[in-house]
């Protein structure tokens, strides 16, 4: 196990230059919490271009599930590369496409035939979701959840609600789009906050501006992920199905950051046992390569020849590092690492809390965790600064977090983190929030 070795404060003199080369030509949009300039990565640590070695509690924003440099995915990409690199499958076939297509149609929850379609990303999944429900259904509106995080393309961007920034001077967007409340039992004003949530929706936006029945989809994220890691009560996604049911109204669920094993399951959704209409994937699916997919219900898969396709989606590469991925994750007993680890920092976390004022929830399912910090445990008040001060502190001592929601810390570790690192991570973690 690498030391966490600092002996450049970050940024070092060679990000230091490269930042600065940066400025000049690239597009100053992202988010960049802190300065890390990544040099190389292996399991779940990462070098920067000064040396620095930093344990990852990121995998690369939930992307690395089988921990960074993986010896059958590499594998898998190489001999992938020799024999082919790209043949497009808008108007070609290749078998690897095929081949992980079915491979996430027998992955998906509930016996009905499923169809896929393989794209490049998270929002590409989201904008083939949208198309994919209003062509089915042959309806306008669609209802997504304030704080819900679903991309940055026009049609994601628009059910996506996290920031204000991620919206401002883009409008006009998708028009038809609503949001209702997410449920977050923490801040919940009344105890229910699944109640509240599906009053807003039953009794106040389908009985004033959003008809049911040309309601064609509602996207929710098992647990939201940039939006704050806010895990909904038990039972909140059976009623958001039921809901459904009753107005012929399509659930898709937006398991690009929640899927892959993440939570202890292939999908989150099957902690809840329902079976969503569309699923959308993509993160940690292309093993660090550009891919997401949509699983839809083989009967609402209306698209007809020419409707939809892309160029680059479900390039033969990026489909054999998702086949090898899969297959890791379930060889390996990821899933089962991932509850096991995540129980483990979750109690660790908690212990903490009783003696660290500024913990107010931890909250996650397997390894998807969140950190929320306030101000005083008791007017719930939030600790934003401290928040973003902990994650550069933590960077700076060689731990690597991100920041979720207005005040909360993210620790999404690869799925396959030992005991060991978690232990050298927490090392760090628990000092700072003290
Ligand atoms: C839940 C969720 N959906 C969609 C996206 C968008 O994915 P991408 O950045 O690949 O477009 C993200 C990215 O963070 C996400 O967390």
Redesign the pocket.
Known sequence: MPTLRIHKTPPGPRARALLQRMQQCVAPSATHPYPLVVDHASGCYVWDVDGNCYLDFTAG?AVSAVGHGHKQVLGSIKAQADRLLHFSFADFFYPSYVHLAERLAQLAPGRDPKQVFLCN????A?EAAIKLARHATRRPYLLAFYNS????TVG?VSLTSSAAVQRRGFAPLLPGVFHAPYPDPYRSQTGNATAECLDYIENLLFRTVLPPDETAAIFV?PIQ??GGLIVPPKGFLKSLRRLCNRHGILLVV?E??SGMGRTGKFFAVEHDGIVPDII?V??ALGGGLPL?AIIARKRIMSWERGSHASTFGGNPVACEAGLATIEVIEKEGLMRNATEQGSYIQDRLRRLQRRCQLIGEVRGRGLMIGVELVRNQQTKERAESERDRVVREAFRHGLLLLPCGRNAIRVSPPLSISREEVNQGLAVLEELLQ
């Open positions: 924003i990303s998270g929002a590409e989201i995080f679903h991309g940055r994601a994220e992920g940039e937006d690009v950051q959308c993509a993160k997401g």
